[in-house]
């Protein structure tokens, strides 16, 4: 696998790293010759006693011709293995990138039909499998490893006869990739892919544009450096490492500085022509190369992913006017936490208003005078349901148990009709009472004869709703008509909608007292 290494803030702490290092051979090779170098000038000037001044001008002549055309095929040779070695990875995150989209989207096309939800279950089962098979024998063709054997998900429920046929090829890579398109136009054919052919044909697009570039990696790993350049070079080094004694003899009197220079030279050359060697192949198993395991394994948990419930899925989304200000944020835990807490508040809010009777269809919190209204529309509704029953049987819901005791239905009591006076549907301070509160008392606090007054104003606008939805008639004033025609259910219903009337009176009782205190 790739090394991943950190630079560190001065750059230097890796330096030293020899783990994917070149430095071990070169420093091998260039000991060596420094060795040579230093033995072989204390040898010429001890024993041989010869002139070092008259050949050093030819010397630094021939040399300095020497290195520039060593230097400049090795330095082309690396430029030429980086090329390679950036363009591999590249066309190989390529490939990924246009067959994991082509299965996205094959996913995202599909029917959501309740009725075809198995046969769309097992065509994406049976997609990713083969999506996975077809990386995996694109990794195999252009890897040269020693182990090519990675993961794929499971394809056990396969034709068996269909694996053992792509078994037998050399090339698995054309034959998949014929399965997924011949699987994608027999499902187009059934409906199970539903989006539009113009839409579709990106899919396919997308497939073989994936299988180009594979050919294109495959032009990597297959054509090597050429051989004519790359022999030139390992020559010209060898050359290089038997002459550099001789060259810094006839430069350098020194036998420690001439065995210095000839260190470095040797070690400058043959480092960068491992460099380069290295590079050269990127899908092998050396630690400079790319890690093509953990591509496939990648790969493989994108695909899992992609056949999660939840990935396949768009979130919902509460549209609230504070969005309005596209407000920016760090992507942090908080953000999931009150996105948590929001629809927490959300959800008591409704349970708080479906306890009370009070459900608000916008979810928006209701302010008094829309709860009043939403109470006089629940009681309507339950009325009617129940003065419906009880005209039907002819008696009250509550004796619905004495019907087999009693045959005969029994005639409804008469009911005080007279609709409760004006005054009741006002609240305290519509009335002109002062709601007390003492220096204790928190302002926002409401006392003991408020909270009655205000319990009799809802029981009485409850009595009034259901007298009205009983008598099924209205004024053309609004004003409810005298006809008796309530039935036996109002009582009941008044005194079963006492608890709803006490909650909307306790839910309201803050917004109520804010609108007296203003």
């Not at 032009?219 to 020559?235: H, L, N, R, T, W």
């Not at 609230?320 to 908080?334: G, N």
């Not at 809010?349 to 919190?365: E, M, P, V």
């Not at 709601?435 to 319990?455: D, N, Y």
Request: proline share 5%; net charge positive; glycine share 4%.
């Amino acid at each position: 696998a790739m090394i991943d290494y950190h630079i560190g803030k001065w750059g230097v702490k890796f330096s030293f790293q020899l783990r994917g290092s070149v430095f071990p051979k070169s420093i091998l090779v260039a000991g060596s010759n420094a060795i040579f170098t230093a033995g072989m000038h204390y040898a010429l000037t001890r024993f041989a006693d010869m002139d070092q001044s008259s050949n050093k001008s030819n010397a630094v002549h021939l040399w300095t011709a020497f290195n520039f055309v060593l230097g400049f095929l090795i330095i082309f040779r690396t430029q030429q293995a980086y090329s390679k070695f950036w363009e591999g990875g590249t066309l190989l995150q390529q490939v990924r990138g246009e067959w994991f989209n082509a299965t996205s989207s094959s996913v995202a096309f599909c029917s959501s039909d309740p009725e075809k939800r198995g046969e769309v279950e097992e065509f994406q089962h049976l997609l990713v499998r083969l999506m996975s098979m077809l990386y995996c024998a694109a990794l195999q063709q252009v890897a040269r490893m020693k182990d090519e054997q990675f993961d794929i998900i499971d394809n056990f429920g396969i034709d068996d006869d269909k694996l053992a046929y792509l078994e037998s090829k050399e090339d698995k890579c054309e034959v998949l990739l014929q399965w997924i398109q011949r699987l994608l136009c027999d499902n187009i054919k059934k409906d199970i892919l539903t989006a539009s052919p113009p839409i579709m044909s990106r899919i396919f697009h997308e497939l073989s544009r994936g299988i180009v570039n594979l050919q294109n990696a495959r032009k990597i790993a297959e054509f090597v450096f050429p051989f004519p350049y790359a022999q030139m070079i390992s020559v010209l080094l060898m050359v290089q490492w038997f002459c550099v004694p001789f060259i810094t003899f006839s430069i350098v009197e020194s036998w420690w500085l001439a065995s210095g220079m000839a260190f470095l030279s040797v070690l400058t050359f043959w480092s960068i022509n491992f460099i380069a060697m290295e590079l050269e192949m990127p899908y092998g198993d050396d630690l400079n190369d790319l890690p093509i395991a953990n591509m496939m394994k990648d790969f493989n948990c994108s695909l899992r992913t992609l056949m999660e419930q939840s990935c396949q899925l768009p979130p919902s989304f509460e549209f609230l006017p504070e969005h309005r200000e596209l407000t920016v944020r760090p992507w942090t835990a908080e953000i999931s936490g009150r996105n948590s807490l929001r629809q927490g508040r959300k959800l008591e809010r409704s349970s708080t208003k479906i306890g009370a009777g009070l459900t608000d269809q916008s979810g928006a919190s209701l302010t008094s005078h829309n709860r009043w209204q939403a109470a006089i529309r629940l009681s309507k509704v339950r009325v009617l349901s129940d003065s419906k029953q009880d005209v039907h049987a002819g008696l009250p819901c509550r004796d619905q148990a004495h019907l087999g005791q009693d045959s005969k239905p029994r005639s409804p009591p008469e009911l005080n009709t007279t609709p409760p006076p004006t005054s009741a549907w006002k609240s305290p301070r519509e009335r002109g009472e002062r709601v007390e509160r003492t220096a204790t008392q928190p302002r926002g606090a409401i006392t003991t004869a408020a909270k009655a007054s205000l319990r009799d104003s809802s029981a009485a606008r409850l009595r009034s709703a259901a007298c009205q939805a009983a008598s099924g008639a209205r004024s053309p004033r609004g004003r409810q008509n005298s006809s008796p025609t309530c039935v036996a259910a109002a009582p009941a219903l008044a005194d079963s909608h006492e608890l709803a009337s006490e909650a909307a009176v306790r839910a309201s009782s803050k917004s109520q007292l804010q609108v007296a205190n203003l």
